[in-house]
């Protein structure tokens, strides 16, 4: 296995123009994840899947966000009507449900940066 | 306030000099600590993994926690100009969320 990929690395887009974003996590792991980072920041929450469910999302990810993780597999972080302040490195993190129900290791992608014009 | 604080830096030292990067937390009921190293472009990877209070030792690197005053730190100790990223402390419940610090950026000159 080859970790968590994301595709595209770099997208420069046209403020009001969609994007989507395709994670592909460790294929054993049930647990996913979407993190912003802007730049001389930490990454941000922003929502989580178990499996297929989405358990969790920000009050970050307005309604212009969405993401699904359709058969528990692959994720897609869509943005509708990009704003210049969507702006950010887009990051996807895969883990396995610790044994005491933490969290447990996140393994992250290397990414996917958005740049809105 | 910001439930991980974390000083941006940058830091800037000479090659085999201890450095010692610190955080402070405030949620109480955080039970995981954790330190990533992010290098440019890329995501971060973990470090170190701590739970509850103490010390934990991995070759070069030390992580300590204590609970009673909510402060993390990391020690490098003969650092390399490999070491030289962006140190991410990192805190969890036990539940689904790892909230991050800002990060400190770390430059050890050769």
């Known amino acids: 296995d080859t970790g968590v990929s994301q595709d595209p690395r770099h997208k420069i887009t046209k403020r009001g123009q969609n994007v989507t974003f395709r994670c592909d996590p460790i294929?054993?792991?049930?647990?996913l994840y979407w993190y912003r980072q802007t730049l001389g920041q930490g990454p941000e929450f922003l929502t989580y899947?178990?499996?297929?469910?989405?358990?969790?999302k920000s009050r970050l990810l307005s309604d212009r966000f969405s993401a699904e993780r359709p058969k528990g597999s692959f994720s897609t972080l869509e943005i509708q009507r990009t704003e210049q302040g969507d702006s950010a490195m887009y990051l996807c993190?895969?883990?396995?449900?610790?044994?005491?129900?933490?969290?447990?290791?996140?393994?992250f992608g290397e990414g996917s940066r958005l740049t809105v014009l | 306030q910001k439930e991980v604080e974390q000083d941006p830096g940058p830091l800037s030292v000479p090659e085999g000099a201890i450095v010692s990067l610190n955080c402070t937390y405030s949620?109480?009921?955080?039970?995981?600590f954790m330190w990533y190293r992010q290098y440019s472009r890329k995501g971060p990877e973990l470090l170190m993994y701590?739970?509850?209070?103490g010390n934990k030792e991995d070759g070069r690197f030390t992580a300590q926690v204590d609970k009673s005053s909510k402060y993390i730190s990391l020690f490098i100790r003969d650092s390399q100009p490999s070491d030289s990223a962006t140190y991410l402390c990192?805190?969890?419940?036990?539940?689904?969320?790892?909230?991050f610090g800002a990060g400190t950026r770390l430059f050890v000159k050769a």
């Open positions: 993190a895969s883990s396995l449900l610790g044994g005491r129900g933490n969290t447990g290791e996140l393994f």
């Open positions: 294929s054993e792991h049930n647990r």
């Open positions: 899947f178990q499996n297929e469910a989405q358990l969790e």
């Open positions: 949620n109480s009921a955080f039970q995981y």
């Open positions: 701590t739970y509850s209070s």
């Open positions: 990192a805190s969890d419940t036990g539940g689904f969320k790892t909230i």
